[in-house]
């Protein structure tokens, strides 16, 4: 299912793609590693929580 995107997801967006636009190709690319790593964690914590393992 596609959540429909809000006022606000629209607004972060915009300021997300500013912040980019000025960023060296480094930046952007630790960046873009960082947020990844940022995901795969939640993923992880997610799969965690799923299955009953999550530590206290």
Known sequence: MIKAL???DIVDG???S???AVLSEEAKNMTIAYISALRDKEIADSDKKDTG????
């Open 6 to 8: 809000t006022t606000k």
């Open 18 to 20: 500013e912040i980019f």
């Open 53 to 56: 393992k999550e530590k206290s």
């Open 14 to 16: 915009k300021k997300i």
